[in-house]
């Protein structure tokens, strides 16, 4: 659900509440951003791995559905996710050597339709909370609370980071056209 006209306004949006709106907002334009990262690349360019260690960009993409989703079970129906749920995702979540084996051979299409199919469920759960939602306090990491506004801003965040692994990744690719 990018509005382009207003992508660089954190505003409300229709059908949200105030903060639900603005939190929507930052998520989109980080998107926005990390789709302008990937524009236009190829399977090989998305398969690239800079040394044995690394991830690629479609596993980078992946990942950032993957912990949407993710956050989508953990904070709107407050569950771990299934076996089968893992089965689908967990190459994704935990990329490394498990991502490296199965996350490639993908046109940038199968990328932007996980991202989009995940985004928009994403879209549809924010329309059924309000503001009072965000502030709901659960144990997370190492035992410390969070509540959800906070796990929710970590979504984007962490694309954001990846978003950089990406740019490091296309200027390695840029090089290596040169040379």
């Known amino acids: 659900m990018l509005d382009m006209e207003k992508i660089y306004l954190v505003t409300d949006i229709p059908g949200y509440s105030p903060q639900i709106s ?5 998520m989109n334009y980080a998107r926005h951003t990390t789709l302008e990262e990937v524009r236009g690349l190829s399977v090989d360019e998305l398969d690239y791995l800079m040394d044995e260690d690394s991830n690629s960009i479609g596993g980078l993409l992946l990942h950032a559905a993957a912990v949407e989703y993710a956050y989508q079970v953990g904070t709107f129906e407050q569950r771990e996710l299934t076996e089968e749920e893992l089965a689908v995702w967990s190459p994704a979540l935990s990329l490394g050597e498990q991502g490296r084996q199965q996350i ?19 879209f549809e759960l ?8 965000l502030t709901h306090e659960v144990d997370f990491w190492y035992n410390k609370p969070a509540n959800f506004y906070f796990m929710w801003f970590h979504v984007f965040e962490d694309e954001i980071n990846h978003r950089g692994q990406i740019r490091i990744i296309r200027k390695r690719l840029s090089s290596k056209k040169y040379t």
């Not at 603005?22 to 930052?26: E, I, K, Q, V, Y």
């Not at 490639?104 to 994403?122: C, I």
């Not at 924010?126 to 939602?133: I, S």
């Open 126 to 133: 924010f329309r059924t909370v309000d503001d009072a939602w």
């Open 104 to 122: 490639k051979g993908h046109e940038l299409s199968y990328y932007m339709e996980r991202l989009d199919e995940v985004r928009n469920r994403t």
């Open 22 to 26: 603005r939190l929507l907002s930052m």
